[in-house]
Structures are given as C-alpha cells and as structure tokens.
C-alpha cells in the first residue's frame, strides 16, 4: 500500500464470474509513515529487556526524546483548529501521555521513499528518539482537519506499538486506550498491518506482528482500531492466509497484490459478499 497514500478507494470492483461490481462505499484510506524496528541482541548499561512475544532474548536501549518542543506547538495549534466539543476531550487525553520521562528505542518515522533528515526541527542521531504518541496525535490531528472531519481509515505499521510501550506488552493496554480514544473523538479508525521480516533476530523479536490473528487479539478490545492482512506478507512469513477469516468483517482490510484475486478466488469473493475492503498495491 502507498506510503502517502489518500485517494479514495472502492470497496473490490469484480470477481472471477461476473465481471465489475459498483461500490456506493467509499474509503478514504491513508497509510501513514513508519519507523525501522530496534533492538539489540547484547545487554548494555542502559538497555532493558524487550517482552514483545519474542522467542529469543533482546534488548532495547534507552534513548533521549527529541523535537519535543516543536511537538507541542504543533499540537497546541491543531486542537485549535478543531470543533470546540472535540478539544477538551482531545486536550484531556493527551495529558495522560504527553509527560513521557522515559523512552527506549529509535523511533523515526520515514516512507519506503524516503528516511527523514530531521522531525520537526530535531536532527535525527543515534541515541534519540520522536516520541510515538505525539507523533501519531498530531497526524492523526492533521488528517482530520484536512479532510473535515470526514470519517478516514488510517493504516499503521505496529511499530507505532513497539516504541510507545518500550517494547513491553504489559504496556500496550494503556497505548492501545489512547489510540482508541483520540480516534473515536476523531470519526477514524486506524488498522495495523502485519510486517515481515527477512533477519533472522527479526524473525524471533517480533513474531506476533507477522501475524495478522496476532495482532487482531492484541487489539480485539478496542472498537476504533483493526488489522490490515498484506497477503504478500503473510506468504513470506509462512502463516496461515486461511486465519485471516478469523478477523471480525468490519475490523479488516486486504492488502493484496495484483491478480492475488485469481490466486485466492475464495478469499476474495467472500471479501465482496462481506464488502471487506480489497486493496491492490
């Protein structure tokens, strides 16, 4: 799926018999920037233990948060700019994360086009890190007054996940509430999309984010927030395409291929008779 992607798209437009299919539904889907994942296979003075579903022992290394300051005004000037019922909700909300002391792990956002220089005025250099949340919140802030408000899909890439709980699965919960929230407030859903991994440590770190069931159970509670499958993924790494029908309808996406309709017939007409978006990079 394109990285910066925010042309509407149609729910699938034929099937193997009969040719096109009109939608009257359309999506407005984007598919937001992403970081590379982190970790290191040594302890170090300042490194701590990831627990992430991984197999094999890793470690993430402390980092120090920069392009704070720029981060707040950029906040403070988009909930300026939304309806006056939204700001104290997005306003209150925000208040629960933004004071962060903590963060682990080099989160830069960047699209498969480009890797970023700086964010928001911050050089990016090893040893620091953006702070996910804000990252996300003003983004999200932004594709919603862009588009006025208007209903949006927002696809994500886990490591979003990743970083904003310093690689500790006890605390995606709270990450995972906030997302919901803001996206609520906001009339969007976001959708995480499973990854694949050629590295081997990879492989073993974050086994649960090839997965798209995986990734369905860990955010199951939360209304707002789905899963994309990328079928291309989900072949490289060896999972089930078949689990993928184990997702809630209306908490999915297909991220297919071209002609992966005629290789998975039965998966995409079942797409068309639940109007289960199928989209083809």
Aim: proline share 6%; charged share 25%.
């Amino acid at each position: 799926m394109p990285e910066n992607n925010s042309e509407v798209y149609s729910f699938p437009q034929e099937t193997l018999e009969t040719g096109g299919i009109s939608s009257t539904v359309p999506l407005s889907i984007y598919h937001a920037p992403f970081s590379l994942m982190h970790i290191q296979r040594q302890e170090t003075l300042d490194s701590i233990p990831i627990d992430f579903g991984n197999t094999a022992p890793y470690f993430i290394p402390e980092t120090k948060e920069v392009g704070s300051e720029m981060a707040m005004i950029e906040f403070n000037k988009n909930v300026e700019k939304l309806p006056e019922e939204k700001k104290e909700i997005i306003r209150n909300e925000f208040e629960k994360v933004c004071h962060k002391d903590r963060f682990f792990g080099e989160y830069f956002p960047q699209t498969y086009s480009k890797s970023p220089e700086e964010i928001n005025g911050a050089k990016v250099e090893p040893g620091t890190t953006y702070d996910p949340l804000k990252y996300i919140t003003n983004l999200l802030l932004k594709r919603s007054i862009e588009n006025n408000s208007k209903k949006q899909e927002i696809v994500l890439h886990p490591d979003v996940l990743y970083f904003a709980s310093n690689g500790q699965k006890q605390n995606l919960p709270a990450v995972l509430e906030y997302l919901n929230n803001i996206t609520k407030t906001l009339d969007q859903k976001i959708f995480f999309e499973n990854m694949s991994f050629t590295n081997l440590h990879f492989q073993k770190a974050f086994e649960m984010l090839e997965s798209p069931l995986e990734i369905y159970d860990m955010v199951k509670e939360y209304s707002q927030i789905g899963v994309v499958a990328d079928l291309e993924h989900i072949e490289k790494s060896s999972n089930n395409i078949e689990d993928i029908m184990n997702i809630p309808n209306d908490r999915l996406i297909i991220h297919a291929r071209e002609n992966y309709n005629r290789k998975y017939p039965d998966l995409y007409l079942n797409c068309i008779k639940y109007a289960i978006p199928w989209i083809v990079e």
